[in-house]
């Protein structure tokens, strides 16, 4: 019979005996482990502290210095105080959204540097109109030395913190020390020595876990070394929620926020007015050419799974021959069936276009999970356990598994493709919104991803 008074007196007299006959023989005594950039001048140089008490006044101080010289501030005129005020905005509100971003997995922050502060300064730009005087020559000075700032010092920054982290090679763990490369490394023994780590990721359900694997993970906790549990790690590392550990989600903790919820509504329907008519001419062009590309309608409408399950129209750009009969879904990216003109508007996404009015009716959002047709959809809830979860949020124009993935081919990806989604449905909020919408820039600009 357990007996855990027994366990935990032993746990003590082995800690306290052990700890005793160690430093009778004169052998160093590991009593603390720590965790990596824990400590204070790591965590100021590497952390948001140094943004705050360096970067900030720099980006304040450079460019009216070398606008106007180094005593600016004993006569500051009143344009030049705004527009101080409105470059300190922008810059903390930068530096705040890519904080939130990085926490995303196979988020370079480096690498939107450039269309964030540059989206960032446009909008402080354009408020600015609407005073009576501003420095405009300051403020795009404060925007270039905000971009050399951000750009340097994440570029640094994510070459030192590439996260380190150790296994213990138990359980479902084990397969990770045998695919994964240098940030992960296996824990032959129940010790970290010198090694400074992010975390410790164990199978905290195995029951190889023994009571010295177990006082072990306890004492790193205590010492602020966090003990992650598989599914943790790999979902952080991959992005993707895996089927399985969806029967040990309790369903109902992964609800979208409605207030966050009505909110996007709100942006989607004041985003979908302003690109409409921005939008119509290419609109209008790619209509033109597909009239006169192939016979058959400019537009393509088809049924749709939408949010909670309810069926709806969808419109496209036609980017098939009409004549031509198929399955419903796209075999490939060398499908006969594809038009020329077809090709280059999926290419560059053009054919999602007309995907505006369904955002403006309320069928759609800019983004979120790609609808699938009903033919799928009805074929996908029989076969795999879950589906029918991604249709608490409403689909979107774009979405996490075709910035991660691709526009892969609907049946032979739709398992990674799930995964996605239920990543995107975990973690619903603004910022991986804005990692999403920015990464369907780099999208359209490339095509990388295109069917």
Known sequence: MFNKHKVFEQMERSAWGGSESVVSSGKAFDTRYERRHSRWYEQCLMGMPFHFVVGLPTVLMVPPAMMHGGD???????????TLWAL??????TLFILHRMTRFPGTQASVYVV????????ATWMLLLGTQRFDEGVLWSGYAASLLWFFLGYAGVQRFRRPRFAVV??????????????????????RLGAQRIDGIVADLRSDALNHEWMRFLTKCTLNGIPVYQIK???????GRVRLE????????????????????????????????????????????????????PALFVQWRMGHRGMPFRIYKFR?????????????GEDDPRITPVGKIIRQYRLDELPQLFNVLKGDMSFIGPRPESMDLSQWYEQDVPFFSYRHVVKPGISGWAQVEQGYAAEVDGMTVKLQYDFYYIKHFSLWLDVLILLRTLKTVTTGFGAR
């Open 72 to 82: 600016f501030w004993r006569d500051m005129a009143p344009g030049l105080a705004t």
């Open 88 to 93: 300190g905005t922008a810059f903390l509100v």
């Open 115 to 122: 269309p964030l502060v540059s989206v960032v300064f446009a």
């Open 169 to 190: 090679p138990l359980g479902d763990a084990r397969h990770l020390v045998e695919t994964e490369g240098d940030e992960l490394y296996r824990l032959d023994v129940p």
């Open 232 to 238: 943790q790690i790999d979902e952080s590392r991959t």
């Open 245 to 296: 550990h969806l029967a040990d989600t309790e369903l109902t903790s992964l609800l979208p926020s409605p207030l966050y919820s009505a909110c996007k509504r709100g942006m989607d329907l004041c985003g979908a007015l302003l690109l409409l008519p921005l939008l119509a001419p290419i609109m209008l062009t790619t209509a033109w050419a597909i009239r006169h590309d192939s016979p058959g």
């Open 319 to 331: 980017s098939m021959y009409s004549d031509r009969d198929g399955k419903g879904f796209t075999s």
